[in-house]
């Protein structure tokens, strides 16, 4: 426990610190405030929206406290208004990343976490880090480019998990790649929010090329200068290795109304302005066209420049990613055309008339008209019957009835916005193509998909008309996706597998949807019913609503039978609709006159987009599907599609409505919690347990945690297996629990989990490394080892070899030299001692023989031949007696001889 000098150090070294014990320590534990503690301020106004504000005390020794809250506006507390101010809980003071952890869980907690956050530029939060259920990012639109979309933050995303990181759309992109991987399934990415809240910058920033459909799909509005005023899914695929193989977009419900009318300070789809600003000269003197202020359809809005935007360069980014998608500029130049004859239809006047007590119109003659004409390749008489007169066949009979102002006006909108909803589809049938691949036909070819959805946000305008009831439909349908996946599914899951849970309550839309278009005699089925009912009216239609729904809680009746509009409680709030034209709107057919037109021009292009239309015959046009039952289809299909997919959700957050960066408006920022349900979602995520596996794939996936332990498919007791490994690594106590057939862990057991089996396989991996290693550098070596003895054994036994030889050679000359100077020595010695002797016997015989030889000379000199052999015998063999052990007897005897 700090005590008050240490606070005081800690306030001069560390004052965030410092403000964080105090809360914990003081406020909490005694209920003291002191300068500096960070507190909830309730101000009490009793508006809808408002909720407590964080504030810093600033003063609190006067008897009253004093505070600064996060607007910047000071208060002071009196003692009888204590109860106004709670103290905040540290996790509240910096913020988190991911509201799950946020200890004062209410709407005051999450709103301040995100504007701290956004104040530091942080614009993602989790809620509710990395689940099974699907992971949720919320999203504040920063109104400013800021740096963390760049290839860097690409890289430092990749291959990493939610919670690893701090939050981020990349995240989200990464993690929708890495399921589909891991888990061999489709996965979905839902991107809600308001108009303006920024998620079609989110689809782009997860998906780059949407630059050319959304210069015709886009338009400014009131609450978003880049509006999409049409819903898309766009499906990527992916091949088995991971690889972008191609891609498909659905289109829904383009509102084909702003062609011909916009709201105050709104403006027509980009693509006009683009045009006009954009086109050379010589282009537009070719289409007959002038600035955006010359056409009535351009300026209804009052207003043909939108701030920040430079149609001029827009244009030419249009064109040349319409050439990537491999429009040619023939296809390019005929979607022009058509875009002229719309404008010069824009401009035309009518003039009242009657024929035959009958209302009719003209309409004037004028340069637009013939241009029209031209660009459509239509006859001129035909184009204006076709405009200010209608054929009908009673009994049998062709019958042209003349139109009134009011009718001409409505035929030729009709006909606009039939050219414009046509050519849209095409252009994105033409993307199709492009950038669509049709999955192979070999079965081995296994293909997942990220699909990215990106529909209308809920609206809600002063004047409320049929494309509004489509909008809030499909919000009314995500909204229950969200509400169904987050909390239905998950609470029934529990509820089956005896988990040990408290029920979450939640706010269900499920009851509106059924009003609106699931139950029988719903509001989009009366619509419908209406529509092709030949005497219905917008009023009749009304009645039956009224008849019908009046009792419903969800159903706001008109007041008086004067009004013509209802209101809904929609999941988002109420919102009312102006019934008049809903009809005319939802049956979306173009007069039979208009279709012979069509089918009259020498215009290959229009007839290629109206290609069924003209096909149809006039009664199967009649009874083709009406808009809304044609939206509802695909509304069914994207969520049968969404359905079997693993989703992510990011809730996009419009933080003003000025479209100003750093500006927070707590008001409208709760307004959008309150109704996605955030509130209640962070409490499930936090409550529940967002991982679980079946024990099958559990023991397959954790096993290598416990030695010893085999394969799912080799187990007896699979459920004790999966306990026992939790159990060793997760602690007994720990809150996760057992189901019926799965295990439910919270993100933090998964983290530990995947990190244990991580370290584990690792350990494996480098035992495996370890060995494989060894082995191979032994084997190796012993190899090497073998060659370098024969190398050695080889060398060494040529060194040998050649060195013996040398030696031997060597030796032998040594051998004789030594044996010759030992002979010589001998023979030396010997030849010395011979000659000693011969001398000694010389001198003896001299001596010995003198004698005789005088003997003899006196006895005659016929001493015979044998007396002198046997003289010479006799003194040799006295030298062989004496001599006869040296070995050189025979040389002396050769030597004396
Ligand atoms: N992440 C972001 N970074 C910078 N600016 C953003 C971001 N998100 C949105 N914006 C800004 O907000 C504007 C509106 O965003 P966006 O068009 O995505 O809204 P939306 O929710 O798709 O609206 P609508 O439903 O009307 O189409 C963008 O034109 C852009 O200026």
New binding site residues.
């Given amino acids: 426990m700090y005590k008050r000098r240490d606070y005081v150090e800690l306030y001069e070294k560390d004052q965030a610190k410092w403000a964080l014990l105090r809360n914990v320590n003081t406020v909490f534990k005694h209920n003291t405030l002191l300068p500096g503690d960070y507190v909830w301020l309730d101000l009490k106004t009793g508006h809808e929206f408002e909720v407590p504000i964080g504030a810093v005390v600033k003063l609190c020794d006067s008897g009253q406290i004093q505070v600064l809250d996060d607007e910047g506006n000071e208060h002071w507390i009196s003692p009888q208004n204590a109860n106004n101010i709670k103290p905040m809980h540290p996790t509240s003071i910096h913020g988190v990343e991911d509201m799950i952890r946020l200890g004062d869980l209410n709407e005051a907690g999450i709103l301040r976490n995100l504007l701290i956050r956004y104040r530091e530029h942080l614009?993602y939060t989790n809620c509710g880090g990395r689940t099974y259920t699907g992971s949720i990012l919320v999203a504040v639109?920063?109104?400013?480019?800021?740096p963390i979309y760049t290839a860097d933050q690409i890289r430092l995303y990749t291959n990493k998990k939610i919670g690893e990181m701090p939050p981020h759309i990349f995240a989200i992109a990464d993690n929708c790649y890495f399921n589909m991987q891991r888990n061999n399934k489709d996965q979905c990415c839902i991107i809600s929010?308001e108009?303006?809240?920024?998620?079609?910058?989110?689809t782009k920033?997860i998906l780059q090329f949407l630059a050319a459909i959304s210069a015709f799909g886009n338009a400014k509005?009131i609450?978003?200068?880049?509006?999409?005023r049409f819903g898309k899914y766009i499906d990527i695929h992916f091949n088995k290795r991971g690889a972008i193989e191609g891609a498909k977009i659905e289109q829904y419900l383009l509102e084909k109304s702003r062609v011909c009318r916009q709201a105050r300070d709104e403006r027509n789809y980009h693509i006009f302005y683009c045009m006009l600003k954009g086109m050379t000269v010589d282009q537009k003197k070719k289409l007959g066209l002038g600035k955006a202020t010359d056409y009535t359809y351009l300026t209804i809005g009052h207003c043909t420049v939108c701030d920040g935007r430079d149609d001029q360069k827009e244009y030419s980014n249009i064109r040349s990613a319409m050439k990537v998608l491999m429009f040619t500029d023939k296809e390019n130049w005929e979607i022009s055309k058509l875009l002229a004859a719309i404008l010069h239809m824009g401009n035309l006047s009518y003039e009242a008339r009657t024929y035959d007590n009958l209302d009719a119109c003209e309409v004037h003659r004028c340069p637009d008209l013939t241009t029209a004409a031209v660009l459509l390749e239509v006859d001129l008489k035909d184009l204006m019957n076709c405009l200010t007169s209608r054929t009908i066949i009673t009994r049998g009979e062709t019958v042209s009835t003349p139109l009134s102002v009011e009718q001409a006006l409505d035929v030729r909108d009709a006909f606009v916005k039939g050219i414009y909803g046509r050519l849209f589809v095409w252009i994105v049938e033409k993307i199709n193509a492009a950038i669509y691949k049709p999955p192979s036909l070999e079965l081995k070819a296994v293909r997942r998909s990220i699909g990215l959805l990106?529909i209308?946000?809920f609206e809600n305008f002063t004047i409320n008309s049929f494309e509004q009831l489509c909008i809030n439909f499909a919000n009314e349908n995500l909204q229950q996706f969200f509400v169904r996946h987050v909390f239905k599914l998950e609470q029934e899951e529990y509820n089956l597998e005896n988990i040990n849970w408290q029920h979450i309550e939640f706010t269900d839309n499920q009851d509106a949807l059924d009003m609106i278009a699931i139950k029988p005699m719903n509001i989009i089925s009366l619509i419908d019913e209406e529509s092709k009912f030949p005497k219905g009216t917008d009023t009749t239609m009304l009645n039956k609503l009224n008849s019908q729904h009046k009792l419903n809680t969800n159903y706001i009746p008109p007041k008086n039978t004067y009004e013509t509009q209802f209101g809904i409680q929609h999941f988002a709030g109420i919102v009312y609709y102006e019934t008049r034209g809903f009809l005319e709107k939802n049956r979306d057919t173009l007069h039979g006159d208009i279709i012979q037109l069509v089918h009259s021009s020498k215009n290959k292009f229009i007839k290629q987009i109206f290609q069924a239309d003209v096909a149809m015959g006039a009664e199967t046009r009649k009874r083709s599907p009406t808009l809304s039952s044609q939206f509802k289809r695909s509304l069914e299909l994207l969520m049968r599609t969404l359905s079997v997919c693993q989703p992510f959700f990011v809730r996009?957050i419009k933080p003003n409505e000025y479209?100003k960066p750093m500006l927070f408006d707590r008001e409208l920022c709760v307004r959008q919690l309150r109704y996605s349900g955030m509130m209640e979602t962070i409490r499930i995520r936090r409550a529940g347990y967002p991982i679980r596996y079946t024990f099958v794939e559990f023991v397959d996936r954790y096993r290598v945690l416990m030695p010893g332990v085999k394969p799912a498919y080799k187990q007896g007791d699979l459920r004790g297996t999966c306990q026992r490994i939790a159990e060793a690594v997760l602690g007994r106590d720990d809150d996760w629990q057992m189901g019926k057939t799965k295990i439910f862990l919270k993100d933090h057991h998964d983290m530990l989990l995947e990190i244990e089996r991580d370290k584990a396989i690792t350990d494996k991996v480098i035992l495996i490394q370890k060995v494989v290693r060894g082995f191979k550098d032994r084997s190796n070596f012993l190899k090497m080892k073998k060659s370098a003895m024969l190398i050695q054994k080889t060398w060494r036994g040529y060194y040998c070899r050649k060195n013996y030889g040398a030696m031997r050679g060597g030796f032998s000359r040594l051998q004789a030299l030594y044996r010759s100077r030992k002979l010589f020595v001998t023979y030396h010695v010997a030849r010395q001692r011979i000659k000693l002797f011969q001398g000694r016997c010389r001198g003896f015989l001299d001596h010995f023989w003198a004698p005789l030889k005088s003997k003899e000379n006196r006895t005659g000199e016929k001493k015979s031949k044998l007396q002198q052999e046997q003289i010479n015998r006799c003194s040799v063999q006295t030298s062989f007696m004496i001599f006869s052990r040296g070995s050189v007897v025979s040389m002396m005897v050769g030597s004396t001889m």
Avoid: V
């Avoid at 108009?195 to 989110?202: C, N, Q």
């Avoid at 609450?223 to 999409?228: A, E, F, G, I, V």
């Fill in positions: 614009i639109n920063p109104y400013q480019l800021l929010g108009s303006g809240a920024g998620k079609t910058e989110s920033l509005t609450r978003n200068d880049n509006s999409s990106d209308f946000g996009c479209k």
